[in-house]
């Protein structure tokens, strides 16, 4: 893993709706295929391997750049600008 800039005093967000599973799915009726939690504001969203791709969705429309995987006991975090797991 590496560090990149965008880490540095990230906060701990708490999921932003106690879900789990894509609300961006759920309400376009599709199936996500892993979850990932912004760490900027808590948005949850879809991996790029789920249809719709709904965290990096979120990354284009906001700019918010590092994730962490919303699976049960995974810790890795990517920062899309950097194209780093960190």
Do not use: K, N, Y
């Not at 249809?51 to 899309?80: I, K, N, Q, Y």
Request: net charge negative.
């Amino acid at each position: 893993m590496s560090e990149c800039p965008h880490v540095a005093g990230l906060p701990s967000p708490e999921p932003a709706a106690q879900t789990d599973t894509c609300p961006e799915c759920l309400i376009a009726g599709t199936t996500p295929v892993h979850l990932r939690l912004c760490l900027l504001c808590g948005h949850v969203g879809c991996c790029d391997s789920s249809p719709l791709r709904h965290a990096t969705a979120h990354f284009t429309d906001t700019g918010h750049a590092v994730m962490r995987s919303f699976e049960p006991g995974e810790d890795w975090r990517w920062c899309f600008v950097d194209g780093v797991l960190v």
